[in-house]
């Protein structure tokens, strides 16, 4: 299975782009963009724009999202940010704050 | 909560590790205190307190500093390593390297200088100095550009030394040229009419600086005269 782990103890201030899933246990700043699911782990803090197909959270987000099938905030989920995607999950005590589009 | 958390411990055999794909690209500044296995592209800057392998398929374009580094892909620039740095048979690297331990398989391209004196905090110093440089390299940029007309005035001056060697070559063909051109018409109008050109603009000198004196004293002493001829 080819995907792309950011660990927790790595901080990357920068842009990421790939064309496979990507998980996120530590911190991303800047811009993330990928054709696959973006998984932000709990613990996993991303301050970004993120564009990707699918996007799942359970540590923090910041920035806006767009997400071209799906995004699913979980429990454990913070997220700051707009979020434009199709289908969007918030789960039970996850926390929002911004605006959501799903392309009414 | 339980099922992230279940989901973490889960995959923490593998969390000690960040892997970069093999379709995935990150630009920007790297830091952090575990191994990384890059399969894709890294590029920028990269702190590692940890080891950093770039496997055959691996491509970075950063200068790395990291506690050991093993390269079997290609590596575009400078390593740093508190360690020890390794370079496969597949490696291909173009830079310098640093460590003190340096292991350089068959078959592995390399380009670039090696020392194997161990990074120490003195080097951190330097290159926060370096840093530093950088950023006041402007300021002693701008004060070199403010020295440097000081010392190339001599220069100038030479170069208007030659400058005045040439200025009247520069200007004697030109009068030569304003002369060579009656002189062309020499043949034609004769002798006369270079003198009638040269006569000519004489006047035309002439007049002009006549006119000028003419309008000046008129401005300057006629009022006088007229208000002292008037009274």
Same mark, same amino acid.
């Given at each position: 299975?080819?995907?792309? !782990?950011?660990?927790?103890?790595?901080?990357?201030? $920068?842009?990421?782009? $790939?064309?496979?899933?990507?998980?996120?246990?530590?911190? +991303?700043?800047? /811009?993330?963009?990928?054709?696959?699911?973006? +998984?932000?782990?709990? #613990?996993? =803090? !991303?301050? @970004?724009?993120?564009?990707? @197909? %699918?996007?799942?959270?359970?540590?923090?987000? /910041?920035?806006? +999202?767009?997400? %071209?099938? /799906? @995004?699913?905030? /979980?429990?454990?989920?913070? !997220? =700051? $940010?707009?979020?434009?995607?199709?289908?969007?999950?918030?789960?039970? #005590?996850?926390?929002?704050?911004?605006? +959501?589009?799903? #392309? $009414? | 909560?339980?099922?992230?958390?279940?989901?973490?411990?889960?995959?923490?055999?593998?969390?000690?590790?960040?892997?970069?794909?093999?379709?995935?690209?990150?630009?920007?500044?790297?830091?952090?205190?575990?191994?990384?296995?890059?399969?894709?592209?890294?590029?920028?800057?990269?702190?590692?307190?940890?080891?950093?392998?770039?496997?055959?398929?691996?491509?970075?374009?950063?200068?790395?500093?990291?506690?050991?580094?093993?390269?079997?892909?290609?590596?575009?620039?400078?390593?740093?390593?508190?360690?020890?740095?390794?370079?496969?048979?597949?490696?291909?690297?173009?830079?310098?390297?640093?460590?003190?331990?340096?292991?350089?398989?068959?078959?592995?391209?390399?380009?670039?200088?090696?020392?194997?004196?161990?990074?120490?905090?003195?080097?951190?110093?330097?290159?926060?100095?370096?840093? *530093?440089? *950088?950023?006041?390299?402007?300021?002693?940029?701008?004060?070199?550009?403010?020295?440097?007309?000081?010392?190339?005035?001599?220069?100038?001056?030479?170069?208007?030394?030659?400058?005045?060697?040439?200025?009247?070559?520069?200007?004697?063909?030109?009068?030569?040229?304003?002369?060579?051109?009656?002189?062309?018409?020499?043949?034609?109008?004769?002798?006369?009419?270079?003198?009638?050109?040269?006569?000519?603009?004489?006047?035309?000198?002439?007049?002009?600086?006549?006119?000028?004196?003419?309008?000046?004293?008129?401005?300057?002493?006629?009022?006088?005269?007229?208000?002292?001829?008037?009274?």
């Amino acid at each position: 299975m080819s995907s792309t !782990v950011i660990g927790s103890s790595i901080l990357i201030d $920068g842009e990421i782009t $790939g064309e496979e899933h990507l998980v996120v246990r530590g911190t +991303v700043k800047g /811009r993330i963009q990928v054709r696959d699911t973006l +998984v932000i782990e709990d #613990g996993g =803090v !991303v301050e @970004a724009t993120v564009d990707a @197909a %699918s996007i799942t959270v359970q540590g923090t987000l /910041r920035g806006d +999202v767009a997400a %071209s099938e /799906r @995004a699913e905030l /979980r429990p454990s989920s913070t !997220v =700051v $940010g707009d979020i434009r995607a199709p289908r969007i999950l918030i789960a039970d #005590g996850a926390s929002f704050k911004g605006n +959501v589009d799903m #392309g $009414g | 909560m339980k099922v992230s958390q279940s989901e973490s411990t889960q995959s923490s055999p593998d969390e000690a590790t960040t892997v970069v794909g093999p379709g995935t690209h990150i630009v920007g500044r790297l830091s952090g205190q575990e191994d990384i296995r890059v399969h894709g592209t890294l590029e920028g800057r990269i702190h590692l307190s940890a080891t950093l392998y770039v496997e055959p398929e691996g491509i970075i374009a950063a200068d790395v500093f990291a506690d050991d580094v093993v390269v079997a892909g290609t590596v575009v620039g400078n390593l740093t390593a508190a360690g020890s740095i390794v370079l496969a048979a597949s490696a291909r690297v173009v830079g310098d390297l640093r460590a003190p331990r340096l292991v350089v398989a068959p078959g592995a391209a390399f380009r670039g200088q090696v020392s194997m004196e161990p990074p120490d905090e003195d080097e951190a110093e330097a290159e926060a100095e370096a840093g *530093r440089e *950088r950023r006041e390299g402007r300021q002693w940029s701008q004060a070199a550009a403010q020295a440097r007309p000081a010392q190339a005035r001599p220069a100038a001056s030479y170069a208007t030394q030659n400058g005045v060697r040439l200025p009247p070559q520069r200007t004697a063909p030109r009068r030569e040229s304003v002369l060579a051109k009656p002189s062309l018409a020499r043949p034609r109008h004769e002798e006369p009419a270079s003198e009638h050109y040269g006569e000519a603009e004489e006047a035309d000198w002439g007049d002009g600086a006549k006119r000028a004196k003419k309008v000046a004293r008129p401005r300057v002493l006629a009022r006088g005269k007229h208000k002292v001829e008037r009274i």
